[in-house]
T-cell receptor, first 111, second 112 residues
Framework: AQKITQTQPGMFVQEKEAVTLDCTYDTSDPSYGLFWYKQPSSGEMIFLIYQGSYDQQNATEGRYSLNFQKARKSANLVISASQLGDSAMYFCAMRGAQLTFGSGTQLTVLP | NAGVTQTPKFRVLKTGQSMTLLCAQDMNHEYMYWYRQDPGMGLRLIHYSVGEGTTAKGEVPDGYNVSRLKKQNFLLGLESAAPSQTSVYFC???????????FGPGTRLTVL
């Protein structure tokens, strides 16, 4: 069985600052993938970034980067230069045959 | 391309009524999924399909049935709705099971 844990129900960050959203995972599979999705108040699920368990380098997509620490089983999302539009719920997810989601972190960017 | 669409967007049911949610994708994806999202929680997998004519149970399948008669459509049925099924339902699809899933806009269902 696999499990995703997001321990921060809510986070605040000042506009233009960087923020790290935590995600830890547990799995017995040697091969797995980790995703981050953004869910704004409008409700849609927006894919942000993906990290494979065998990837040597941390994934980056624009202002998003994934701080992957395999030994610690963590896959934290780093958002650089936060913008007001980044205010949303963020979900970490792990894929096997299915996709397992964490409970999410509500990020609020303050002007 | 419309991507993944869901019908309807909103629905209110009375306890015991039945209904079917439709998910359609135009990306020729093999894999399709139905999730539910309850307040303050992440998505939980209800059922999924790895191809036309196949379905499998996810984490929370009780009270739901699904069918995948056509590759592009994945139907979620509630035979006898209960208040505990009040939730937002998301459909998703992917061409490769371990790749990014593309999500529909969601269906907000309220069971009174």
């Amino acid at each position: 069985a696999q499990k995703i844990t997001q321990t921060q129900p809510g986070m605040f960050v000042q506009e233009k600052e960087a923020v790290t959203l935590d995600c830890t995972y547990d799995t017995s599979d040697p091969s797995y993938g980790l995703f981050w999705y953004k869910q704004p108040s409008s409700g849609e699920m927006i894919f942000l970034i993906y990290q494979g368990s065998y990837d040597q380098q941390n994934a980056t997509e624009g202002r998003y980067s994934l701080n992957f620490q395999k030994a610690r089983k963590s896959a934290n999302l780093v958002i650089s230069a936060s913008q007001l539009g980044d205010s949303a719920m963020y979900f970490c997810a792990m894929r096997g045959a299915q996709l397992t989601f964490g409970s999410g972190t509500q990020l609020t960017v303050l002007p | 391309n419309a991507g993944v669409t869901q019908t309807p967007k909103f629905r209110v049911l009375k306890t015991g009524q039945s209904m079917t949610l439709l998910c359609a994708q135009d990306m020729n994806h093999e894999y399709m999924y139905w999730y539910r999202q309850d307040p303050g929680m992440g998505l939980r997998l209800i059922h999924y399909s790895v191809g036309e004519g196949t379905t499998a149970k996810g984490e929370v399948p009780d009270g739901y049935n699904v069918s995948r008669l056509k590759k592009q459509n994945f139907l979620l049925g509630l035979e006898s709705a209960a208040p505990s099924q009040t939730s937002v339902y998301f459909c998703a699809s992917t061409g490769v099971p371990y790749n990014e899933q593309f999500f529909g806009p969601g269906t907000r269902l309220t069971v009174l």
